[in-house]
């Protein structure tokens, strides 16, 4: 069997460890513009996403129209496809677009104002509303293909 070490003996006390300090340079630092560049982006893509999916229901109530809807449960289910996958869409821009500042929203809290006050309204972090949108696109597009039949 082994013997114990001691926690008091000299034998046993650490090595002075050499620890590189903390840097805040340009590697390891994005600076504020090239946050806000990602997020213009970011919302560009959203963007031109929901004008696809305007163009998209757009075309499939054009074609409803013109050639008919023989297979009505096939129009309902791909329009509105399209039309909840730009009300989720228009949710996660809205969400992770950090242009709307919470102090300028006037103050119409009634009688709870006290209590509001109090708390802190940092909203949820980009990954959780992306995730939430992942979620959403996955039933609506599981009701979209069951209604297909």
Known sequence: MPAKRNAASPASAPAASTTAPLSSGPATLKTNSSITDIAIHRILLLDAFMA???????????YCV???????NA????????????????????????TGATSS????????ARFAEDEQDTG?????AFADYIFGSLILHFFCINFIN
């Open 75 to 98: 129009f309902l289910s791909g329009f509105s496809a399209a039309v909840g996958q730009f009300v989720l869409t228009a949710s996660l821009r809205m969400q992770t677009s950090d």
């Open 124 to 128: 949820i972090s980009h990954e959780r």
């Open 52 to 62: 696809f999916l305007v163009l998209v229901g757009g075309v499939q109530f054009l």
């Open 105 to 112: 929203k006037p103050s119409s809290k009634g009688k709870n």
């Open 66 to 72: 013109v050639a008919g809807n023989y297979p009505f």
